[in-house]
């Protein structure tokens, strides 16, 4: 049976508010929602257990929001089907400065050269990876606040994605997208194009 996959946000999990919404909208079908540890993992690891998961439970559909809308978006360089990318993370080196910078006084030595190298990594991996995505016309859609207070209007992000499908903008959600529940019907239509 085909299933639908939500990829949370950084300092987020599994059972994020937006992987429940996506259960009740599609009830009757397997909505995976795994945990990544971003802080743990370099953004290939976090590849290949999207490829994994893709392929062993035969995903079609992905959705992901924030940091998880980056690793959705980076997904499509092997994954054929349709994704959502809910205000996706499009600039991660600056992204990941602004998130982690509260964090870094708190941590030791060790934990501040796990960030750092982390932040190499994902540096490395956006010019790898993200910048050189294929672009298939229409399977990227996209999600967007007018007032996203973290990644602002998504003008870059559009320009690195001039083939994607459909766009929904939403007024005040911020990037949390607080009204997530309101893209049922937008959701439901991409799943009706890939569930037969």
Known sequence: MKSIMYVHGY?????????????EMFDGVPVLTPTFDYDR??????????VELCRR???????????GGY???CATSFFEGPVWAI????DIKVTLQRITS????????EGKALAGRRLAEYEQFDAEVFRC???????????????????????GLLRLFPLHGRVVWKD????????????????????DGVRD
Request: proline fraction near 4%.
């Open 133 to 155: 995505l294929p672009g298939r016309a229409g399977q990227v859609n996209l999600a967007l606040s007018t007032d996203d207070e973290l990644l602002g209007d998504h003008s």
């Open 11 to 23: 300092g987020s999990d599994g059972n994020a508010t937006k992987g429940r919404i996506l259960r």
């Open 102 to 109: 509260p964090l870094m006084q708190q941590l030791d030595g």
């Open 71 to 73: 690793h959705t978006l």
């Open 87 to 90: 205000n996706p993370v499009s």
């Open 57 to 67: 439970e035969h995903v079609a559909m992905m959705v992901g929001s924030s940091m």
């Open 41 to 50: 993992l370099s953004p290939w690891e976090v590849q290949r257990q999207l």
């Open 172 to 191: 005040g959600c911020g990037h949390r997208f607080m009204r997530f529940a309101e893209m049922g019907g937008a959701l439901r239509a991409t799943w």
